[in-house]
DNA sequence: CGGGCACTTGATAGTAATCAAGTCCGGTGG
DNA sequence: CCACCGGACTTGATTACTATCAAGTGCCCG
C-alpha cells in the first residue's frame, strides 16, 4: 500500500474547498474538517441555470472554480446584470432565516465547481463561529459600496462615467500587465456590458470606439481591450 | 422617597433604546442591559452632518429618534441620496475592522437621536451573541435587495419607473390610510426626490404633473400627495 | 403687504434608444 | 483549401426623452 502525499478522499477535497474561501479562512484545519463534512459539491456547465428567479434556495453556495453572472429581468425583457461572481465568492446569504423567494437568476457562464451548505447547518455553524459572520458582514459591506457607487455612476447619468467605471473593474478583476498598458480579458460580450451598466448594444460600441479614437483603449478583436491610459478612465 | 414605577437612570433608558432596535431584538433583558452600558447618546438638530465622507467612523449607530439621509457627492455636486434611515436603523456597520474612511455623507434631516456603540466594543458583543450578526446579515440582505431594485430601475431607464418606486417606497414607510386611497407626507421636497432618483428637480415637478392628470395621484400643497391608484404605480 | 423660496411651466438642445444596414470573424461543409 | 453561413459587432439615420436655461406662479413667513 502506498502512501499518497497528498489526501484525495472526499472530506479533505472539500477541506481544500473550504479553506480557499475568504469567509472560512480565520478557521483552524480541524473546524475546517467539520465544514467540509457538511458540504456537498456540485458542477454545471457554461449557460446552465444554478438559480432561477422565483425559487426559494435552500443552500448557501459557494464558488470553487469557474465564474457566474447574476442577474434580473427588467420589465421590458432585457437582463440586468447585477453581480459577476468568481472563485471564492458566496451566494444565497439573503433569506438566511426565512424562505424567500430569490429575487434574482444565477447563471454559469463557463464550466463551474460549487460548494453548497444547507442553510440549517449554516446558521449552526454561525453561531458556534461568530467570526464568520464578521466575515460575512464585512464582505456584504464591499458588496454594498461596489452597489452604492453603482448607483451614484447610474445617476450620473453619463453612459461614458459607466463605461469607464467597467473597464476599470475589468482591470482590477481579470487585467494583467503589458509593456503598453493593461490588457484585459473581457468577461462579457458587448451585450452583457450593455446588460450590467444599464444601456443598449450599439451605445456600448461607440463608446468604445470613441474611447480608442482617443487612444485610452486599443480593442485586440472582440474579446480582449488593451488599456493604454488607464489614469484617463479615472477622470 | 416615592417609588417610580418607570426607571429612569441613564443606564435604563439607554436599555429602552436598545430594545427598540430590531438587530437586538432576540437579547434577553439582562443581556440588553450589559449592552445599554456601551451605548452613548448624542442629539443632532436639522441638517447637521452626523458623518461627512472621508472621515474614519468609529462606531456603529443606531437612530433612536427622528431621520437621517445619506448621500454622496456625484462629481457634478449634486448629491446622490442613497439611504433615508430612521428610528431603529443602523448605519456604520461597514469597516467594521478595517478602518476605512467612510464613502458617503449622513446628515440628519430633523432633529434626531442617535446611539453609539464604540466598535470595538461591538465586535466582542458579535463575538459572544452571534444572534446579532446573523440579524444584521439579514438587515443588510433586505437593504441590498433595495439597492439592486434601484439599479434595475435605473438601469430600466424610464424616470417614470423610478418616480412609481420611490412614492410606492414612500407609501409603504410614511403613508396613511384615507377614505380615498393612501396618504403621504414627503420626506424630501422636489429637489430631495430628485436626487434620490437621479433626475433633475423639473422632471420630478413635471411626472408628479402628468400622474395627477391621469388621476393617479392628487397633490396636496408641496409636502402630501395622496394616492388614488396604487396598482397603477405598480403596473 | 412684501420678500424669498420652492415649485411649475415653457422652449431649446443634447444624448442615447431604436431601427436598419452593413461588416467582420469563426466555424462548417463541400 | 475555399466558399458559405450565422452570430456578434459596428456604423448610420431618425426619433424620443430629459437636462438645461429661463420665466413665471404660488405659498409661507415675517
Do not use: W
Not at 467539520?34 to 464558488?63: D, F, H, Q, V
Not at 438566511?96 to 463557463?110: D, G, I, S
Amino acid at each position: 500500500m502506498k502512501e499518497k502525499s497528498v489526501c484525495n478522499c472526499g472530506s479533505c477535497q472539500n477541506q481544500l474547498c473550504a479553506r480557499r474561501v475568504p469567509i472560512f479562512s480565520g478557521l483552524d484545519p480541524a473546524e475546517l474538517s467539520r465544514m467540509a463534512a457538511l458540504i456537498t459539491k456540485k458542477r454545471y456547465e457554461k449557460n446552465e441555470l444554478i438559480i432561477m428567479e422565483g425559487s426559494i434556495p435552500e443552500s448557501l453556495i459557494i464558488i470553487e472554480k469557474g465564474q457566474v453572472k447574476v442577474f434580473r429581468y427588467t420589465h421590458e425583457g432585457k437582463e440586468q446584470i447585477l453581480y459577476i461572481f468568481s472563485e471564492g465568492d458566496f451566494f444565497g446569504e439573503k433569506n438566511l432565516l426565512k424562505r424567500h423567494e430569490a429575487t434574482y437568476n444565477v447563471e454559469a457562464m463557463e464550466a463551474t465547481h460549487i460548494c453548497m451548505i444547507n442553510k440549517k447547518d449554516f446558521q449552526k455553524l454561525l453561531i458556534e463561529y461568530p467570526e464568520i459572520g464578521i466575515k460575512i458582514i464585512e464582505e456584504l459591506g464591499s458588496r454594498m459600496d461596489k452597489l452604492e457607487s453603482s448607483i451614484q455612476s447610474m445617476g450620473t447619468k453619463s453612459i461614458e462615467s459607466r463605461i469607464n467605471g467597467i473597464l476599470l473593474d475589468f482591470a482590477a478583476k481579470y487585467g494583467r500587465k503589458h509593456t503598453k498598458g493593461v490588457l484585459v480579458e473581457l468577461p462579457l460580450s458587448r451585450e452583457g456590458i450593455a446588460n450590467y451598466i444599464g444601456t443598449a448594444r450599439e451605445t456600448v460600441s461607440r463608446k468604445l470606439g470613441v474611447l480608442q479614437d482617443e487612444g485610452v483603449i486599443e480593442m485586440i478583436g472582440n474579446k480582449k481591450i488593451l488599456i493604454l491610459n488607464m489614469r484617463a478612465l479615472e477622470e
